[in-house]
């Protein structure tokens, strides 16, 4: 059953809250964490293991089974089939990738704020994402930023759908995310005074 709009603004306000909890202890936007958490576990409403980011499992890391569709190129499907992990189809997408529904194993966390930590430190230390990070650090400039995480710096993509940074971009300026992060900002702050 969907969320219903009391639901969504509820879910809103603890994702803002999480999201500039994040930012002050990391730097890494506010305006990101929420809209990545919105796009990838719509609401809160698909989030397992308290994992709205969709971060896969490390080894000996909780994790979860989890069905998700990924866009992936010939050697990554490749490397994807030769693990052993149950694809259950491949369609053919654009820019030479196809579109892969698998089951893959999802990071499990023990509360959303956990999630939140991962999810910063990945971008801010992991092996090809701490480099943007450092770049973003510099210019500030979101827009840029995802296409760095698009791949657009010659490095691994964060995101394989190929409207990531456009959807992300349009969470970003909606309205009500506007609302409960300007609302979410004095109290979580305020909190750490």
């Known amino acids: 059953m969907p969320l219903t709009p009391e639901q969504r603004n509820a879910n809103l306000a603890r994702i803002a809250a999480a999201a ?71 369609e053919p997408s654009t820019g030479g990738k196809q579109k892969v529904m698998m089951v893959d194993q999802f990071a499990a966390f023990p509360t959303l704020a956990d999630a939140f930590t991962a999810y910063a430190n990945l971008l801010v230390k992991g092996k090809y994402f701490a480099p943007r990070f450092a770049r973003y650090q510099q210019h500030k400039n979101l827009p840029q930023l995802l296409a760095d995480m698009k791949g657009a710096d010659g490095q691994p993509p964060y995101a394989t759908a190929p409207d990531y940074d456009t959807k992300i971009m ?5 309205n009500n995310v506007k609302t409960a992060l300007a609302a979410a900002r004095p109290k979580v702050a305020g909190a750490g005074s």
């Open 20 to 90: 500039v909890a994040t930012e002050l202890a990391t730097g890494v936007p506010a305006e990101l964490c929420t809209a990545q958490c919105i796009l990838e576990s719509a609401w809160l409403e698909k989030a397992p293991g308290n994992n709205p980011f969709g971060i896969k499992a490390r080894a000996g890391q909780p994790s979860t089974p989890v069905l998700t569709t990924e866009f992936l190129t010939q050697p990554q499907l490749d490397r994807v089939r030769a693990s052993g992990k149950e694809i259950r189809s491949v």
């Open 170 to 174: 349009q969470l970003v300026n909606q």
